[in-house]
C-alpha cells in the first residue's frame, strides 16, 4: 500500500532499451504518476537514497515527524544530509545538498518515514539496508559520516 502523500517514478535501466523506458514513463505520466527516466540505475538509487535516509534515520532516531525533525534537529538534518550527499556523489548521483534539504522541507509536518512506522508496530526496520548502505559505501570511497555513523549506532544499540 502507499501511503505518502506524493507519488514519484524515476525510471532506469542498464540493460533496456531507452525507447522500453520512455514508454513506461509515458503511461505513467498518462495515469497521473510523475515519472521520469534516468540514465544510469546507480545513480537514480543513489538520488533517491540521498532523501529517503536523512528521512528514515532522523525520523526514527528521534521517534519525530518530518516537522519535527525540521524544527527541533535541523543541524543534524543538514549534517546527515550533507554526508549522505557526498556518498551520493562519490557513487555517481547527481544529486545536491539544497535539493535534499527543499525535498524534506516540503514534505507534510505529520510524515513519518517508513521505518519509524515499521518501528511503532514492531516490524523490523531497515537500519542496515538504509543506514548501512550509506556507511559501507562511506567507507569504500573513504569519506568520513560521523553523524549517520552516529545515528545507525544508535539505532542498532536499539536492537533495530
Request: glycine share 14%; proline share 4%; no cysteine.
Given at each position: 500500500m502507499h501511503t505518502s502523500p506524493f507519488c514519484e517514478v524515476d525510471v532506469a535501466g542498464d540493460q533496456t532499451q531507452r525507447t522500453q523506458l520512455e514508454n513506461f514513463a509515458v503511461q505513467l505520466r498518462a495515469a497521473g504518476i510523475d515519472a521520469s527516466v534516468r540514465d544510469f540505475e546507480a545513480a537514480l538509487l543513489w538520488n533517491k537514497l540521498a532523501f529517503l535516509a536523512p528521512l528514515a534515520l532522523l525520523t526514527t532516531a528521534y521517534g519525530a515527524t518530518a516537522g519535527e525533525v525540521r524544527e527541533k534537529r535541523r543541524a543534524d538534518l543538514e549534517a546527515v544530509a550533507d554526508e549522505v550527499v557526498a556518498v551520493a556523489r562519490a557513487a555517481g548521483a547527481t544529486v545536491d545538498t539544497g535539493a535534499v534539504i527543499g525535498l524534506f522541507d516540503r514534505v507534510p509536518a505529520v510524515m513519518k518515514s517508513s521505518m519509524?512506522?515499521?518501528?511503532?508496530?514492531?516490524?523490523?526496520?531497515?537500519?542496515?539496508?538504509?543506514?548501512?548502505?550509506?556507511?559501507?559505501?562511506?567507507?569504500?570511497?573513504?569519506?568520513?559520516?560521523?553523524?549517520?555513523?552516529?545515528?545507525?549506532?544508535?539505532?542498532?544499540?536499539?536492537?533495530?
Open positions: 519509524l512506522r515499521d518501528v511503532e508496530a514492531g516490524r523490523p526496520a531497515e537500519v542496515d539496508a538504509i543506514g548501512g548502505a550509506v556507511l559501507r559505501a562511506a567507507t569504500r570511497y573513504g569519506i568520513d559520516v560521523p553523524v549517520t555513523g552516529q545515528l545507525v549506532e544508535d539505532l542498532r544499540a536499539r536492537g533495530l
